[in-house]
Structure formats: C-alpha cells, structure tokens
C-alpha cells in the first residue's frame, strides 16, 4: 500500500507536470495567473537566513503586517561585485510532521533563464514568479554591482493552480558559480481550502 506521504508528493508532481500539459502544450504563466485557485494563502513569516552574507550586503528583510490586506515584504539586497552566473533555486515544502520538499523543486542558472525559457514549464513559471515578485532580478546577464530591492506580496496566482490545504515553506536561495550564498530565505505560508470541502481527495 503507498504511504500517504508518497501519495501526495506523487499526486503533486502529478499535478505540477499536468499543468503545463493541459495549457495547450506551452505553459503560460499569465494565462495560469488567470484561473482562479481552489485555495487561499495566507503568509505567516518570512526569514532571510545564513546572514552575513560573504559577498553581498543585506540592507533589510522585513514582513510588513497590513490590517485586513495581504502581508508586504521588504527586501534590499547589494551585491558589489558581478556575477555571470547566478545559480537560482526555489525549493517548496510541505508540513507533514516536519518540513519535506514537496511539489517545486527547481533550480536554474540565472544569465541562461533570463536568456530563454526553452519551453519548459518550471522554466515558465520560474520566470513568471520573478517577474512578479523579483522584478528588479529580471534583466540581462550579468547581475550584480547594484542594490537589488523589491517591495512585494505573495498571492494564489503566483502559485500552483492547485495544492493541499497545509503548511509549507518556500526556500528560495541564490548563489555564485563558486557556491557562495549571495542570498537565502525562507517563507512560510498556510494554504486553506476556500470552501467547506476538507478532505485532501477533494482538491
Ligand atoms: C487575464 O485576465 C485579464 C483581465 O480579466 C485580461 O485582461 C488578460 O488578457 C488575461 N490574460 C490572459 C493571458 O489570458
Ligand atoms: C522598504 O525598506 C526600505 C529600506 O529600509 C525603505 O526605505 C522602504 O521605505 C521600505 N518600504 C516599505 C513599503 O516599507
Ligand atoms: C553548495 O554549498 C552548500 C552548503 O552551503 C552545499 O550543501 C551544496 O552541496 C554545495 N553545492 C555544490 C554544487 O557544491
């Protein structure tokens, strides 16, 4: 019998694959923007971990609690030096007992996702959710020699079209070609069902 772990992550990455099968043949972030989310996210915390930094200069990292609107965060990055290479990875996890990955595992070399998207949906999406949330991130090769500052919020459109109810985290890390951490963080949100239907089966 599968264990009820391996079920889920099986029927997640199930999910996550069918997502870009099902949007005529391409992924489309805008369009998948777009269809509404049988859930809602709710962000609960938002760390910037293994600081210092070597080679960057974080100047904030704040989560900004607005009454009855979304949560802002607010992240101000330096990075004197330059970078050709930029190795991003976003890494989702899912609260079972403790945190396990789950669902987004992706890592992508910045200057060639910038460069092209090669069809694939990660690749897609990756871009997409940086575009939204990390616009100043998005520019041609190379990064670096500048200050990198973005105040955003998290929302159901940048995410998944569907996933458990639960508690994740969101680990987001970048580093250079010589496996420096240039940046690392971790964001912890809950996603509740919208509606009564509770049962796992159902989303
Ligand atoms: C998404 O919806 C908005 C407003 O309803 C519309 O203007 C836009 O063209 C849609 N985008 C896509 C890619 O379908
Ligand atoms: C975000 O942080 C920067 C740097 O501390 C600050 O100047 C700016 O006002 C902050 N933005 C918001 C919306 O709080
Ligand atoms: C990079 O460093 C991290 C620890 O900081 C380590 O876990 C990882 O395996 C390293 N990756 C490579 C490709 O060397």
Redesign the pocket.
Known sequence: MLHLQSFVVLLGVLLWACVGVYAKNVF?Y??QK?ISRPYTIQVQRFLCIDTPYKETILHECRMIFRRNQRPLLNVSLEAPKKYNYLMIQFQMHYKFKKYQPFLIDIKAEGCDLMRDRKNDPTRHWLYGVMKDLMSSLVHRCPFGKRTYSGVFSVKEENAPRSIPAGEYRMDIIFTSQTNVTLFSMQLFFEARRRGILKSMLEW
């Open positions: 489309n805008e369009e777009n």
